[in-house]
């Protein structure tokens, strides 16, 4: 597809459980962004990768979320010991090129994880 | 940090009206400001963005103005249609992130 791709679409999760989630980005897209998103709120920013490198992980909210990009293409954001707070849909960006903050981002449909 | 602030939180338009939404931002050195349309349980979809350099941008209904002495900006949609109903948010570039704002639902009430 030529979009940028998330899954799973949903995530049920009991809290403690740990979770990961998959983001394919648009092909050639050097720049990947996570950000978590809350009911009735705006996208936060989480992580962002250029490439391989992960060269921003300040939004990180704690030590339990992790991300990587191997390879530079497939991304996966993984969160250990979930709880309750971690509920949200996670949305996935991308962008093409590396120059700063000066690129549309391109958005996947998201992964809503519910936490029981 | 950067902060950015959207205003109204919810509009409500007649069918064929305009609607206006406001946002601000704090860091003056944002140069790059995107507007996402974003439907019940569907990705943000980019429908406008301008540059620092750039004082207005027009895309048939949609347009943006920025100012960036007074550090605001502004979604413009005229004529609207039931089918722009969705949330749409702001958003301003502060290094290689977005910072969004906090969304404003738009209904077109027919």
């Known amino acids: 597809g030529a979009g940028v791709s998330q899954s799973p679409r949903y995530k049920v999760a009991k809290r403690g459980q740990d979770v990961a989630l998959r983001c394919d980005p648009i092909s050639g897209h050097v720049s990947l962004f996570w950000y978590q998103q809350a009911l009735g709120q705006g996208p936060e920013f989480l992580t962002y990768?250029?490439?391989?490198?992960?060269?921003?992980k300040s939004g990180l909210p704690s030590d339990r979320f992790f991300a990587e990009r191997p390879e530079g293409s497939v991304s996966t954001l993984k969160i250990q010991r979930t709880q309750q707070e971690d509920s949200a849909v996670y949305l996935c960006?991308?962008?093409?090129?590396?120059?700063?903050?000066?690129?549309?981002?391109?958005f996947g449909d998201g992964t809503r994880l519910s936490i029981l | 940090g950067e902060n950015v602030e959207q205003h109204p939180s919810t509009l409500s338009v007649q069918e064929g009206d305009s609607a206006v939404i406001k946002c601000t931002y704090s860091d003056s050195a944002s140069n790059y400001f995107p507007w996402y349309k974003q439907e019940l349980g569907k990705r943000p979809q980019l429908i406008i963005d301008?540059?620092?350099?750039?004082g207005e941008k027009k895309d048939q209904r949609i347009a943006v103005t920025l100012n960036k002495t007074a550090k605001h900006f502004s979604l413009h949609i005229t004529e609207t249609q039931p089918e722009d109903s969705a949330v749409y948010f702001c958003a301003a570039s502060v290094g290689q992130n977005f910072v969004f704002g906090p969304g404003t639902r738009l209904s077109v009430l027919p």
């Open positions: 960006a991308s962008s093409l090129g590396v120059q700063r903050g000066n690129q549309p981002q391109h």
């Open positions: 990768f250029q490439n391989e490198a992960q060269l921003d």
């Open positions: 301008i540059r620092s350099n750039v």
